[in-house]
Every structure is written in C-alpha cells, then in structure tokens.
C-alpha cells in the first residue's frame, strides 16, 4: 500500500542552524502539507501546498520557514535558522484530492521526523 | 472560529470491550470532513476513518465506527472488541473549507489504554 516517507526519522541540531526535512508524497497525490507537534501538545498546521506554490500556511510558517518541490517525488521543509522553540515532531502529509472529494480528501501522514534544537 | 474538543484526556477500556472516544466540533461552514487519526507510541500518524458532512450514514471501518451527530456537533469514535494494540492517542480532526483551503484542525486527543 502507497505510503508518505519521511528523512531523517531523527535530527539533532544546534541553535542557530538550517534543517531540511524531506519527504516523498503519495505518488499520485497533489496536495501537500507539513504539521508539527510539540511534545505532548496537539498537531499544529504549517503550510499546505499545491501546484508548486504555497496554498495556505499558518502564523508559525514565519520567514524562517520554507518548502520546496525540488524534483517530481520529494516534497522539503527548510528551516534557516533553529531556534530551541523549533524542537517538535514535524509530520508530512498528502492528499490526492481537497475540497469536498468525499474519502478522496484525506489526508495520509508520513512516519514523522523528530527534531531536537540545542 | 473553527474547534475541535475532546473532553476525555484518558481513557481505560478492558480488552474486548467497546469503547467510545469524544468529539465535538465547532465550524459555521456547512461543507466540512471529520477524521480520526492514531498515534501509537512510536509517533507516526495513522488515519482511520473519515466522515463527510453530507453523508447520511455513518462511516465505518472495521472495528472502527463514527457516531455522527450532526446537529450536535459530534463526531465520536467507537472502537468496537478492544485489543491491546489499540493502547495510543487518539486525535480528532476537521476540514472546513469556508474561505480555506482545507488544512486539518487537531483536538488535543485521547490516550486510550486497553487493560488485559
């Protein structure tokens, strides 16, 4: 069964310096999206994507935050300058299709990865 | 404003029974899909059942079921005959599509624990 990948599963960093997470959607999905999670806190929306450019994204998606489909499979979240408060579980997901598409819409999580900020 | 509230923190259940998790929810947009999400200890995410705002029954998947209550507001999940891997969070979810274009809004979930 298709699933949404994610690299690495775990990143430690320093304060201060650029992450690139990676993920690899469904194959046939079009819609994209990045969540993270605070520990013990509830999933939070980042950004959503579409089309190669950016659908809609939150107030934590500041200017320290980017995404990026460099190629037809990968699907990339930046982030240029860590801060401590960065150190959560980011999740991507996928979507074949968004609004009112019935089952069609939902959206497919990848495995996460696990970022801790120093 | 869009809200989803689930009142339950934690939640036991014995092995084999049945149990229900809570869930409302809160949008003025009359077009919206409803969706609960596991998330075992390890972390990831996995989806298990999706309820559409205009269906006239409510979704089930296997052990899994939604009570949908639409003019309550309440989209609770019923996992029926229990079994220890079911022990995770349970998070609650909503699109609502009122201007958006349809990013997922969490409740702060339920840890279920099933008892042998």
């Known amino acids: 069964e298709p699933e949404v990948t994610q690299t690495p599963s775990h990143q430690v960093t320093q304060m201060g310096q650029e992450v690139i997470l990676r993920c690899v959607p469904i194959s046939n999905h079009l819609y994209f999206y990045w969540y993270r999670q605070i520990l013990g806190q509830k999933v939070e929306f980042l950004v959503s994507f579409y089309n190669n450019e950016i659908s809609e994204k939150s107030e934590i998606f500041d200017d320290q935050f980017s995404v990026e489909r460099p190629d037809g499979s990968n699907f990339t979240l930046k982030i240029r300058s860590t801060k401590l408060e960065d150190s959560a579980m980011y999740f991507c997901?996928?979507?074949?299709?968004?609004?009112?598409?019935?089952?069609?819409?939902?959206?497919?999580f990848g495995p996460g990865t696990r970022l801790l900020v120093l | 404003a869009q809200k989803i509230t689930q009142t339950q923190p934690g939640m036991f259940v014995q092995e084999k029974e049945a149990v229900t998790l809570d869930c409302t929810y809160d949008t003025s947009d009359p077009s919206y899909g409803l969706f609960w999400y596991k998330q075992p200890s390890s972390g990831e995410m996995i989806f298990l059942i999706y309820?559409?705002?205009?269906?006239?029954q409510n979704a089930t998947e296997g052990r899994y079921s939604l009570n949908f209550q639409k003019a309550r507001k309440s989209a609770n999940l019923v996992i029926s005959a229990s079994q220890l891997g079911d022990s995770a969070m349970y998070f609650c979810?909503?699109?609502?599509?009122?201007?958006?274009?349809?990013?997922?809004?969490f409740g702060k979930g339920t840890k279920l624990s099933v008892k042998p």
């Open positions: 309820q559409g705002s205009y269906d006239q």
């Open positions: 979810a909503m699109r609502s599509y009122g201007g958006s274009q349809g990013n997922l809004i």
């Open positions: 997901a996928s979507s074949e299709a968004l609004l009112s598409s019935g089952s069609r819409e939902t959206q497919y």
